[in-house]
């Protein structure tokens, strides 16, 4: 952790050449009003696939600290964690190895299942595979093995026609992963150095929980607290802080459950959660009585680097 008066100078990394683009940028203009209302100085760098460019705008800044609001590939999945190490910039959230494994669904899974937490059966599988026909029994779920906030992600139901994968960006042999479908309700928790915060229960009215009810004005509703009884919600406290520790992820992360019955399933654990009007770590920030600008202040002063 960082001592206040060593950080004058914070570098915010935002857009970024992944799905979630538009969504990073939302996130890095405000984590930047945030820090200036803070009073510190504050660089807001536009990354483009231009690592030239990149690391000239970084030594140009000068930073005491970057904070990373890229989401998606190449700013979540590690790559841009170790540039930093390399330039040896502390950065927010987790290292460039958590980073890397939490973005890589199978092997996060692995992880998750070997610290006791329960995860849903599933198969990796190629999209030649995918498209020829039912590679599990149904309902289950396709998703790209490395992306976040739900981008490529369809339900395979009973009944309804398979669904097309063309606006997937994979080849014939690249690989996805096929996950039983699990039925009841979406919780996500959010947690902070080693505490969790709260647990949100998510509804919508669309299919599930996807891109657009993530990010759409009033595409989804969040329940917070979420209404379990109090062992349940003490579970889901304890799971996710365990996933955190387990992927090894630092400053903040959220992690995304599935309650069926009275029994959870981990679905993946967040490195870079969003800083959108609807997005869920500040609400539950809020909720336990820290505001935005507190919990960006946060996140600076716990920023590290690898090097």
Same mark, same amino acid.
């Given at each position: 952790?960082?001592?206040?008066?060593?950080?004058?100078?914070?570098?915010?990394?935002?857009?970024?050449?992944?799905?979630?683009?538009?969504?990073?940028?939302?996130?890095?203009?405000?984590?930047?009003?945030?820090?200036?209302?803070?009073?510190?100085?504050?660089? !807001?760098?536009?990354?483009? =696939?231009?690592? !030239?460019?990149?690391?000239?705008?970084?030594?140009?800044?000068?930073?005491?600290?970057?904070?990373?609001?890229?989401?998606? =590939?190449?700013?979540?999945?590690?790559?841009? /964690?170790?540039?930093?190490?390399?330039?040896?910039?502390?950065?927010?959230?987790?290292?460039?190895?958590?980073?890397?494994?939490?973005?890589?669904?199978?092997?996060?899974? =692995?992880?998750?299942?070997?610290?006791?937490?329960?995860?849903?059966?599933?198969? +990796?599988?190629?999209?030649?595979?995918?498209?020829?026909?039912?590679?599990?029994?149904?309902? *289950?779920?396709?998703?790209?093995?490395?992306?976040?906030?739900?981008?490529?992600?369809? +339900?395979?139901?009973?009944?309804?026609?398979?669904?097309?994968?063309?606006?997937?960006?994979?080849?014939?042999?690249?690989?996805?992963?096929?996950?039983?479908?699990?039925?009841?309700?979406?919780?996500?928790?959010?947690?902070?150095?080693?505490?969790?915060?709260?647990?949100?229960?998510?509804?919508?009215?669309?299919?599930? *929980?996807? *891109?657009?009810?993530? *990010?759409?004005?009033?595409?989804?509703?969040?329940?917070?607290?979420? /209404?379990?009884?109090?062992?349940?919600?003490? /579970?889901?406290?304890?799971?996710?802080? !365990?996933?955190?520790?387990?992927?090894?992820?630092?400053?903040?992360?959220?992690?995304?459950?599935?309650?069926?019955? =009275?029994?959870?399933?981990?679905?993946?654990?967040?490195?870079?959660?969003?800083?959108?009007?609807?997005?869920?770590?500040?609400?539950?920030?809020?909720?336990?009585?820290?505001?935005?600008?507190?919990?960006?202040?946060?996140?600076?002063?716990?920023?590290?680097?690898?090097?």
């Amino acid at each position: 952790m960082m001592r206040p008066g060593e950080i004058k100078r914070v570098a915010v990394l935002c857009g970024g050449f992944s799905k979630e683009r538009e969504v990073s940028l939302v996130s890095g203009n405000a984590a930047a009003r945030a820090l200036k209302n803070k009073g510190f100085e504050v660089a !807001t760098i536009d990354v483009k =696939r231009d690592m !030239t460019t990149l690391v000239g705008d970084l030594v140009a800044a000068k930073p005491d600290v970057v904070f990373n609001a890229l989401h998606g =590939r190449y700013g979540e999945d590690g790559c841009i /964690q170790g540039l930093l190490d390399m330039m040896r910039l502390p950065y927010t959230n987790s290292g460039r190895l958590a980073s890397a494994v939490a973005m890589d669904k199978p092997v996060a899974k =692995r992880i998750f299942a070997a610290a006791g937490i329960p995860v849903a059966e599933e198969r +990796i599988i190629s999209r030649r595979e995918a498209e020829a026909g039912d590679v599990m029994e149904r309902p *289950y779920v396709l998703k790209p093995i490395d992306e976040g906030s739900s981008v490529g992600v369809k +339900i395979v139901a009973p009944g309804s026609n398979h669904p097309p994968l063309d606006d997937l960006d994979l080849g014939p042999d690249d690989l996805l992963m096929a996950e039983r479908f699990i039925p009841g309700r979406e919780v996500t928790v959010a947690v902070m150095g080693d505490h969790a915060l709260a647990v949100t229960e998510i509804t919508t009215a669309r299919d599930f *929980y996807d *891109y657009e009810a993530k *990010y759409a004005k009033g595409g989804s509703q969040h329940i917070l607290p979420a /209404q379990l009884d109090k062992k349940l919600y003490d /579970q889901a406290m304890a799971l996710s802080l !365990t996933a955190h520790k387990a992927l090894g992820c630092r400053g903040v992360s959220r992690a995304d459950l599935r309650l069926d019955g =009275r029994d959870f399933f981990m679905l993946e654990v967040n490195t870079q959660p969003g800083l959108t009007p609807t997005s869920l770590v500040p609400e539950q920030a809020q909720h336990i009585g820290m505001s935005f600008d507190d919990l960006i202040l946060w996140m600076v002063e716990h920023a590290q680097c690898d090097a």
